[in-house]
């Protein structure tokens, strides 16, 4: 079975500059998650779909930070405008309905300057 | 904030000794769980322990479960070079939403 993917898997861009990311969850999947991880730290979870609905986005930035999830299948997560402290690697995590198994892709690792 | 808190932060062993890393949490749990990320990769699910669960075993790695203490422990038996990792324990309140929080990880190095 193919696995949870990403792109880009690298990206680097100057404060203020707008970055977009794009998450391929596994076939079936209802539920889909953006985490941000930080050099050092654990995921902390940005945003949670069920299907194309939010269950949960009380740790979004929502003044910069946007998602969406058309269709119920794949996602983007958007910043704009970017700060340097957005740098971290941004992981994409899938699961099946009523599980907290989550599985997770490669991540984007965003670099601010 | 997060809600585990793992012990130590780093661990560096030799090939073929066992490894243990502990992880506490502040509230009730549904299960508890724990990833292993190796460098620059995704987290990959490694074992999962109910909150009516004790311990719980999958190949060379032990879980246990505290819910009095609210803390669990993950042992790596007969480690080996591949098992360099991070790894991170994830707490799950409820299981129906899935949501995980996630502790700050423990830095394992095992060396050959």
């Known amino acids: 079975e193919a696995g949870v993917a990403q792109s880009p898997r690298y990206k680097i861009i100057e404060k203020r500059q707008s970055v977009a990311f794009w998450c391929n969850p596994i076939?079936?999947?209802?539920?889909l998650y953006w985490y941000q991880q930080i050099l050092g730290q654990g995921p902390k979870l940005l945003i949670q779909f069920q299907n194309n609905g939010v269950v949960d986005d009380s740790q979004l930035p929502k003044d910069r930070f946007s998602a969406e999830r058309l269709k119920g299948v794949d996602s983007t997560l958007k910043i704009q405008p970017a700060k340097l402290e957005d740098s971290a690697v941004y992981l994409c995590a899938s699961a099946i309905l009523d599980s907290s198994e989550q599985y997770f892709g490669p991540g984007t690792r965003l670099t601010v300057t | 904030s997060q809600q585990g808190e793992e012990d130590p932060q780093a661990l560096s062993i030799q090939e073929g000794e066992n490894a243990t890393m502990n992880c506490s949490y502040k509230?009730?749990?549904?299960?508890l769980q724990w990833y292993r990320q190796n460098s620059g990769r995704g987290l990959v699910h490694l074992i999962l322990?109910?909150?009516?669960?004790r311990e719980k075993h999958s190949g060379r790695l032990r879980v246990t479960l505290d819910t009095s203490k609210k803390s669990s422990s993950l042992l790596i038996t007969a480690s080996r070079a591949a098992d360099t990792a991070s790894y991170f324990c994830?707490?799950?309140?409820?299981?129906?939403?899935?949501?995980?929080?996630f502790g700050q990880g423990t830095t394992l190095q095992v060396k050959p």
């Open positions: 994830a707490t799950a309140w409820n299981r129906n939403t899935g949501k995980l929080i």
């Open positions: 322990i109910r909150s009516n669960e």
């Open positions: 509230t009730s749990i549904n299960n």
């Open positions: 076939s079936g999947h209802a539920t």
